[in-house]
Nanobody, 124 residues
Framework: QVQLVESGGGLVQAGGSLRLSCAASGRTFSNYAMGWFRQAPGKEREFVSTISRSGGSTYYADSVKGRFTISRDNAKNTVYLQMNRLKPEDTAVYYC?????????????????WGQGTQVTVSS
């Protein structure tokens, strides 16, 4: 089992920044690629970004490319999502997730473990 706990959400004005963190415990963190997803009210959960086990490869949804940066610190068992130039449409609950898959995966059903989510609200 892997336990994931997100933090760092909050209320921010459009154009501002937030950094989300996701602390992992349980099994060896570096054995898992990590992803961030989000779910806005009334919408399906959508992929945001993923990072490989070593941190050497990253992938982003087109909607966040150039504004968000995913990173990880395997020594601290933590994955981050730096969100810059936030827009009201970024408002959602953000979830981190862990996958044992060896390839880049962007579908939520490919992820094995999930955190409880953290709310991000961007005001206009």
């Amino acid at each position: 089992q892997v336990q994931l706990v997100e933090s760092g959400g909050g209320l921010v004005q459009a154009g501002g920044s937030l950094r989300l963190s996701c602390a992992a415990s349980g099994r060896t963190f570096s054995n898992y690629a990590m992803g961030w997803f989000r779910q806005a009210p009334g919408k399906e959960r959508e992929f945001v970004s993923t990072i490989s086990r070593s941190g050497g490869s990253t992938y982003y949804a087109d909607s966040v490319k150039g504004r968000f940066t995913i990173s990880r610190d395997n020594a601290k068992n933590t994955v981050y999502l730096q969100m810059n130039r936030l827009k009201p449409e970024d408002t959602a609950v953000y979830y981190c997730a862990a996958t044992s898959r060896l390839i880049v995966v962007t579908k939520d059903f490919d992820y094995d473990y999930w955190g409880q989510g953290t709310q991000v609200t961007v005001s206009s």
